[in-house]
């Protein structure tokens, strides 16, 4: 996937993560699953497909952090 126009707004861009973000954080209480791991913010899991995502609640919106692809780990 390519970078969308400078003007596209990034929670309407068609995308399998972007949709379960906003479904998951578009009311104010939802299944949400904390990230324990981080105790200086709070940031949830947003997981779909092999998709992976980090988001804090800085109020209205949430905003993105991080995203990627999940890849197994070699042993």
């Known amino acids: 996937m390519g970078l969308p126009p400078i003007d596209e707004p990034l929670d ?3 995308h399998p993560l972007i949709r379960k973000v906003n479904d998951q954080f578009a009311l104010p209480a939802g299944p949400r699953e904390r990230i324990r791991s981080i105790d200086d ?4 899991k947003v997981k779909v ?3 992976r995502a980090a988001l804090v609640e800085a109020g209205d919106p949430g905003w993105v952090v991080a995203a990627g692809v999940l890849r197994p780990v070699a042993r």
């Open 12 to 14: 309407e861009i068609d």
């Open 41 to 44: 913010v709070v940031m949830f």
């Open 49 to 51: 497909q092999h998709w």
